[in-house]
């Protein structure tokens, strides 16, 4: 899996480069993700542009960095979601529990 992380501003973006995030792929983004966590990083913006689908492993990898950076006082939102992935979120209500913005900087913004 393609993924870039990048300091902007403060906070650390992970730019996931690929077109789907399923089953074959989700293991690979969960551990990214705990390494961040691991070493100190937990407030994640993960920008999903690139994405356009997601299946229920996918979704189950961000619930579990979204949980660890929570046990850490921290936090992971979303941005850029694709309308096809955001009906995802939507559709298993997960758009509930996770801060989704329209953009990077929205999120800036709205995280300040």
């Known amino acids: 899996?393609?993924?870039?992380?990048e300091?902007?501003?403060g906070y650390n973006v992970l730019f996931i480069?690929?077109?789907?995030?399923?089953?074959?792929n989700s293991g690979e983004l969960k551990e990214y993700i705990l390494g961040m966590i691991e070493q100190?990083?937990?407030n994640i913006i993960v920008q999903l542009e690139r994405v356009r689908f997601i299946d229920s492993s996918g979704l189950g990898a961000l619930l579990s960095g979204y949980?660890?950076?929570?046990?850490r006082s921290g936090k992971l939102a979303l941005s850029n979601l694709q309308p096809q992935v955001l009906s995802?979120?939507?559709l298993t209500r997960?758009?509930?529990?996770?801060?989704?913005y329209a953009d990077l900087d929205e999120a800036f913004e709205s995280e300040s």
């Open 40 to 42: 100190g990083e937990t």
């Open 17 to 24: 480069q690929v077109e789907r995030i399923d089953a074959h």
């Open 7 to 9: 300091k902007i501003d």
């Open 94 to 100: 997960l758009n509930r529990v996770f801060e989704i």
């Open 1 to 5: 899996m393609k993924l870039n992380q």
């Open 67 to 71: 949980k660890n950076t929570a046990a």
């Open 88 to 90: 995802m979120f939507e």
